[in-house]
């Protein structure tokens, strides 16, 4: 079974540039998460979707980050302008909702990220 | 709101030596823990989850874990250390609603040194 996936790996801006990272999930996963990790910390919550639809986005700097999931598979999360405190690694995940036996599943299956630097 | 805090941001052992990563989570429900490592560059990797079942969770590559209630811990062990465990290791809660898929709340993570 393939992992998520996400593009690019890596990304150089200047602050005030515009940015966009890309997020495939495991098929079939309903739940898609984005997080940011910045150094030296653990990956906070930006924004979670149920199919196309958001189910959290509380922590979400509106004024810049916007994040979209057209057809409730691949997601998009922009970041415009961007500021030196974006310098970070984002990561996708994903959830299928339901596990073994049909049991919920709240297990995350994490992309191996994108590492935003701006300068 | 829930909240994890992992004691120690660096651990240092020996090859062979008893790994003890330590967790403590505050919760106003039941919940489910879990604990991720992540190698340089990686993403992070699922090493195990408790999920209100047996209270000693065995997980991947030797680590276990025991979910202790009245302590509010879920420390992380693994009884002999090996070169390739060294790693950023993250404890995380996520509320135990039935069916919910909702976020995680991780700690500061900590940093796995092991020395040959």
């Known amino acids: 079974e393939a992992g998520v996936a996400q593009s690019p790996r890596y990304k150089i801006i200047e602050k005030r540039q515009s940015v966009a990272f890309w997020c495939n999930p495991i098929?079939?996963?309903?739940?898609l998460y984005w997080y940011q990790q910045i150094l030296g910390q653990g990956p906070k919550l930006l924004i979670q979707f149920q199919n196309n639809g958001v189910v959290d986005d509380s922590q979400l700097p509106k004024d810049r980050f916007s994040a979209e999931r057209l057809k409730g598979v691949d997601s998009t999360l922009k970041i415009q302008p961007a500021k030196l405190e974006d310098s970070a690694v984002y990561l996708c995940?994903?959830?299928?909702?339901?596990?073994?036996?049909?049991?919920?599943?709240?297990?995350?299956?994490f992309g191996p990220g994108t590492r935003l630097t701006v300068l | 709101a829930q909240s994890v805090t992992q004691l120690g941001s660096h651990v240092s052992v020996s090859e062979g030596a008893l790994v003890l990563l330590r967790c403590n989570y505050s919760?106003?429900?039941?919940?489910?823990l879990f604990w991720y490592v992540q190698y340089p560059n990686q993403g992070l990797q699922l090493l195990l989850k408790y999920t209100s079942a047996a209270t000693l969770v065995k997980g991947i590559n030797g680590f276990e874990a025991e979910f202790k209630k009245s302590e509010t811990s879920f420390h992380l062990t693994k009884p002999s250390a090996h070169m390739s465990d060294a790693a950023e290791y993250f404890c995380?809660?996520?509320?135990?609603?039935?069916?919910?898929?909702?976020?995680?709340?991780f700690g500061q993570g900590t940093t796995l040194q092991v020395k040959p």
């Open positions: 098929s079939g996963h309903a739940t």
């Open positions: 995380a809660v996520s509320d135990g609603k039935s069916g919910n898929t909702g976020k995680l709340i």
């Open positions: 919760s106003s429900v039941p919940p489910y």
């Open positions: 995940a994903s959830s299928p909702g339901t596990g073994e036996l049909g049991r919920p599943s709240n297990t995350q299956y």
